[in-house]
């Protein structure tokens, strides 16, 4: 049996990067903030990632971690038009997973874990960790 190889075109990694820094350029135009709608998303996700933080120091959700990547947040939109924090990296017993808070929310607290496509939310309206965190969480113990 003869295995033959497919090559692409060579692309230099400074063409690659280029490419690359082009199209993050495209993605932080194209969300264009807007006040009022943008200052209450934006400040809801901060807001619920702060109670996460409290919670993790002295509470329930003891052993998350947070790690800031960079000098800022990073708040951005994703594709679905939920709000993440890209810089911040949360985790739990070294498995990172996703946390946002969808767009518009009423919620005090909507904080969403994203796992393996599987969502839990975070908090109830008194900032308090719900049944299905604790229960994720113990997964992964």
């Known amino acids: 049996m003869k295995v033959r190889f497919f090559h692409t075109l060579p692309i ?3 063409t690659f990067m280029t490419l690359f820094e082009d199209t ?3 993605i932080e135009e194209s969300y264009q903030r807007v006040i009022p709608r943008d200052l209450f998303n934006e400040s809801m996700l901060l807001k619920s990632l702060g109670r996460l933080y409290i919670v993790a120091e002295n509470g329930d959700l003891r052993g998350i971690q947070m790690d800031l990547e960079a000098d800022d947040f990073g708040v951005d939109i994703n594709d679905d038009g939920d709000l993440e924090a890209m810089n911040i990296e949360i985790s ?4 990172s997973f996703r946390a946002y ?3 518009n929310s009423r919620e005090n607290y909507p904080l969403v874990f994203e796992h393996e496509y599987e969502y839990y939310s975070v908090f109830d309206n008194q900032g308090n960790p ?9 997964t992964l113990e």
Not at 130 to 138: D, H, I, P, R, S
Request: proline share 5%.
């Open 101 to 103: 808070t969808p767009s």
């Open 130 to 138: 719900t049944e299905e965190v604790l229960a994720f969480l113990k």
């Open 24 to 26: 993050l350029k495209l």
């Open 92 to 95: 739990y017993n070294g498995v």
């Open 12 to 14: 230099s990694i400074i």
